[in-house]
């Protein structure tokens, strides 16, 4: 869909989210909705950092923060396709959202499968729509079923998901998202690995050991606080004391979920990373999938190890080309962190000054 900006035709990018909202899901939610390139068509939700309905309700109520009631929630898949669902209180909070509470959502779901309406849009916009799932492959995994097509129907694919050349997050082979739903990510990756890559871009990846260039800190809180206008002194206090809100960033309801959300988080990453702030993995990769130049990938085939033991959902990338298998991923080897942090502080300031109808 295109929109006439002052005097430049804006071609807008047709985009699905698949996403396990937690904390950085909703910072991704958010960075879209504050991204005039894209033309949000759908968000569809999978279990993985909290339970599929949970991920729901939390992606409702942030788009309702944003003032987005106007983009589809879908339900997918609640529970992995072969293993039981695991969640990520500890990480995320018992509800997703870290301390932040929300008002609940003023519309339901959308009616239908997660995985119905990604088939359904890409078959609508053949070779148009980017998908980007931030969560456990599972929707992903139920359309490819109903579409063997898809990656030929869709326009571009990238996911947040794997570690292809580092350690995991979740087990020291297994990054979350794999960890959850290996079985998922496997039938994903052999889709592409079964294609002649002529006939559909492979999915961009983006694992642990890009996404954890980018991290967040209380600092950038507060920069985005000033940017969405909230005076010196309540920015500067996001950074001095721990998030916590104050002033006119409390009363900022964009702002006070950034940083009732961020507090969590920034706690989790102070006791298991060893630093007061948080990666903010999601967000990252949408970015990428925006703005290309953002990051450098190689193409590399890579395959899930669905077996049990201590590479128990690994993503195994062959950079040797030992298995002659042709590529099915592009696998980022370089991305400008610093860069997408600016960019996330400039966009997301933007829309809690535009939500609390602050003129910058
Ligand atoms: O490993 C990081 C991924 O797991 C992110 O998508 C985060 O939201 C969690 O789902
Ligand atoms: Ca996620």
Request: glycine residues 8%; aromatic residues 6%; proline residues 7%.
């Amino acid at each position: 869909m295109t929109e006439l900006g002052s005097d430049a035709v804006v071609e807008r990018v047709p985009l699905i989210l698949d996403v396990d909202t937690g904390i950085d899901d909703s910072l991704a939610l958010l960075y879209a909705c504050a991204s005039p390139e894209v033309d949000l068509l759908a968000v569809t939700c999978v279990g993985g950092n909290t339970h599929a309905r949970q991920a729901a309700r939390n992606t409702l109520a942030v788009l309702e923060l944003a003032g987005r009631t106007d983009v589809p929630v879908l339900l997918g898949r609640e529970e992995p396709l072969v293993k039981p669902l695991e969640t990520s209180a500890e990480t995320h909070g018992p509800e997703g959202l870290g301390y932040a509470t929300l008002p609940e959502a003023t519309r339901p779901l959308e009616p239908g499968h997660a995985s119905e309406r990604i088939v359904e849009l890409a078959r609508a916009r053949p070779g148009e729509v980017l998908l980007v799932t931030l969560g456990p492959l599972t929707n992903l995994a139920v359309a490819l079923e109903r579409e063997p097509n898809l990656p030929q129907l869709l326009g571009a694919y990238a996911l947040m998901g794997g570690a292809y050349r580092g350690s995991g997050n979740t087990t020291p082979a297994a990054e979350w998202n794999v960890y959850v739903d290996p079985d998922a990510a496997r039938a994903v990756f052999a889709a592409w690995a079964a294609l002649d890559t002529s006939d559909a871009p492979r999915p961009l990846a983006m694992g642990l050991e890009v996404t954890e260039r980018a991290r967040l800190l209380p600092g950038h809180v507060a920069a985005l606080a000033r940017l969405a206008g909230a005076p010196p002194e309540d920015a500067a206090a996001l950074a001095r004391d721990g998030l916590q809100a104050v002033g006119s960033v409390a009363a900022d309801p964009v702002l006070r979920f950034l940083a009732d959300a961020l507090r969590f988080y920034f706690e989790f990453h102070a006791r298991y990373d060893g630093f007061y702030g948080a990666f903010v993995h999601d967000p990252f990769v949408v970015a990428a999938a925006l703005d290309a130049s953002l990051v450098r990938s190689n193409p590399v085939f890579v395959d899930v190890e669905t077996g049990s033991g201590p590479a128990h959902a690994m993503t195994v990338a062959d950079w040797r080309g030992l298995t002659r298998r042709p590529p099915n991923l592009d696998v980022v080897v370089e991305a400008n962190a610093d860069r997408f942090l600016e960019e996330l502080v400039e966009r997301l300031g933007g829309l809690a000054a535009l939500c609390a109808g602050v003129a910058l």
